[in-house]
């Protein structure tokens, strides 16, 4: 199974902070890297899908970088409703395996 | 777009087997893999499998002695099942629609299963 770290484990920031969590992966998963956020008590919802590509109506302030083994999710700004947990996920070979999570709080 | 919701009883007993049912609406189950993937209270996310609508299906192997996955294209659904369950097994349950061009998820609401006597 491919294994994905992520860092921290958890933050706490103040609006309008520029945050990154990364998240690394036990062999290259190539471009099948995807980001969703989970907001208390919610299901988790697609962010960011392929490395980069943000889902539609997702803020701007989101953004996804990296490649192979090494990827990181940033908010250029954070706000208040970014309140949540966030993960990444491989999707290049099965079983699927997620991050272990990084909990965002202001 | 698409929705999913997940339903099945939310109390099973020790030893017993867990059924649950993944409604499709909005768009049709054909095409596209459809995965399980479940979260114990308080921790992360584990995939369980993912089922094609043709019926062709790939497990987690960690579950893979436990779990079946089958598909009604008639009814738009597919179904989960995990038999022998014990405490472990008490999480939240997701269905998730696989996105063809680079199976990132698209998750249904989710649903809480408790095992317990």
């Known amino acids: 199974d491919i294994r994905l770290t992520q860092s921290p484990s958890s933050l706490s920031a103040s609006v309008g902070d520029r945050v990154t969590i990364t998240c690394r992966a036990s062999q290259s998963v190539r471009n099948y890297l995807n980001w969703y956020q989970q907001r208390s008590g919610k299901a988790p919802q697609r962010l960011i899908f392929a490395v980069s590509t943000l889902q539609s109506g997702v803020p701007s302030r989101f953004s996804g970088g990296g490649s192979g083994t090494d990827f990181t999710l940033t908010i250029s700004s954070l706000q208040p409703e970014d309140v949540a947990t966030y993960y990444c996920q491989q999707s290049y070979s099965t079983p699927y395996t997620f991050g272990q999570g990084t909990k965002v709080e202001i | 777009q698409v929705q999913l919701q997940e339903s099945g009883p939310g109390l099973v007993k020790p030893s017993g087997t867990l059924s649950l049912t993944c409604i499709v609406s909005g768009d049709s189950i054909y095409n596209y893999y459809w995965s399980w993937i479940r979260q114990p209270p308080g921790k992360g996310l584990e995939w369980l499998g993912h089922i094609y609508y043709s019926g062709n299906t790939d497990y987690n192997p960690s579950l893979k002695s436990r779990v079946t996955l089958s598909v009604d294209t008639s009814k738009n659904q597919f179904s989960l099942k995990l038999i022998s369950v014990t405490a472990a097994d008490t999480a939240v349950y997701y269905c998730?629609?696989?996105?063809?061009?680079?199976?990132?998820?698209?998750w249904g609401r989710g649903t809480l299963v408790t095992v317990s006597s």
């Open positions: 998730a629609r696989v996105e063809p061009m680079d199976q990132s998820l698209t």
